[in-house]
């Protein structure tokens, strides 16, 4: 791998791997308020 | 050394949006609107959230079977000009990325909807993604010039689930709902289809209009019209919805039909022709829908205010 490629391969693995940890914070909330819903009605 | 480029291209992670761009995002706007119709304008109240989850839920079931959709038909796409360029047939991603990334995300969506609404809604996005992924785009789509028909039906579950996703039970209301979109696919697709040259004969898809040819094409166009107007109407009919969805059905519906008598019976010029009759029933097929589900919801927001009583 080039020094080009291997940036681009972290740059790739690191911006997916936000994605990632942004959608599973997404969902924690969201349990969270599905819980809190379905307990209040 | 031109031999290794693709190598070292799949040898990279996917980019995060081509994964997002396999979802079929702007299909998903239709998708997501239909959805939210439903739970709109269905009896009865759902919590914000909640109805917030059925909404993602649904979204996230029609991403799945478009996911799927497009890993078992990548070897089409790369032969067809409009999706050759889509990341499966563009090689960048691999295929069982893509058909572990359908999956899972089908499977999420339904177990998302089971825990948080009901397990019938559930079963039911089951079955809007069984119907997709396998009885259309591996079974039909590739056998009968029908295929537009049985594949309205896929686009057709979005209000109905999102109805049930509130009511809880299976209804004529949701089930006509249904019936709207599956009947309003074909003249809508088929008029698209009159207008522009598409590849689907090149990479063996039996499309109407090349199977059966343009004048059969206009009448079962016509035809399809014809059933919908009813179908569209019969909401108000049977004490469903009140006069606000009603007298826009009505309108809505007569027009829809006036606009595809021409398209039904008139022949194309030898050269030249401009195909407006056909480009104005398109677009005029898109209003009707977006149209009819809006006047759906203003008249459950009016009956619900007592603006009307």
């Not at chain 2, 089971?114 to 997709?132: M, S, T």
């Amino acid at each position: 791998m080039t020094p080009e490629e291997e940036k681009e391969f972290t740059r790739r693995r690191k911006s997916r791997n936000l994605v990632v940890a942004g959608t599973l914070l997404f969902f924690v909330i969201l349990f969270y308020a599905i819980t809190i819903a379905r307990i209040g009605g | 050394m031109a031999s290794t480029a693709p190598q070292t291209t799949t040898a990279l992670p996917t980019e995060w949006r081509d994964f997002f761009t396999l979802t079929k995002p702007r299909v998903m706007t239709l998708v997501i609107f239909t959805a939210i119709c439903g739970v709109l304008a269905a009896p009865g109240s759902i919590h914000p959230v909640l109805g917030f989850t059925a909404i993602l839920a649904i979204a996230m079931g029609a991403g799945g079977s478009a996911v799927l959709n497009q890993w078992w038909e990548a070897d089409l796409d790369a032969g067809m000009k409009r999706t050759m360029n889509r990341p499966l047939p563009g090689g960048r991603m691999r295929r069982e990325d893509a058909r572990d990334f359908g999956l899972f995300l089908s499977a999420a969506s339904i177990v998302l909807m089971g825990v948080a609404i009901g397990w019938l809604a559930a079963a039911l996005l089951l079955a809007a993604i069984i119907y997709y992924a396998v009885i259309y785009t591996m079974w039909l789509k590739p056998r009968t010039p029908q295929n537009i028909v049985i594949g309205g039906g896929a686009g057709a579950f979005p209000p109905l689930i999102g109805w049930i996703a509130v009511t809880g039970e299976i209804t004529a209301m949701p089930v006509l709902l249904f019936a709207i979109i599956f009947f309003w696919t074909p003249p809508h697709f088929w008029a698209l289809a009159l207008f522009v040259q598409s590849d689907y004969a090149k990479v063996g898809i039996p499309m109407l209009p090349v199977v059966a040819g343009e004048k059969a094409t206009r009448h079962q166009i016509l035809i399809y019209t014809l059933v919908l107007a009813p179908i569209a109407i019969a909401p108000w009919y049977i004490g469903g919805t009140g006069w606000i969805y009603g007298m826009t059905a009505v309108t809505l519906s007569a027009l829809f039909v006036l606009l595809a008598v021409p398209v039904g019976t008139r022949t194309r010029a030898a050269e030249g022709d401009k195909m407006l009759p056909e480009k104005k029933l398109f677009k005029f097929s898109i209003y009707y829908l977006f149209a009819l589900f809006a006047a759906l919801v203003a008249d459950r927001v009016a009956a619900y205010q007592g603006w009307l009583a």
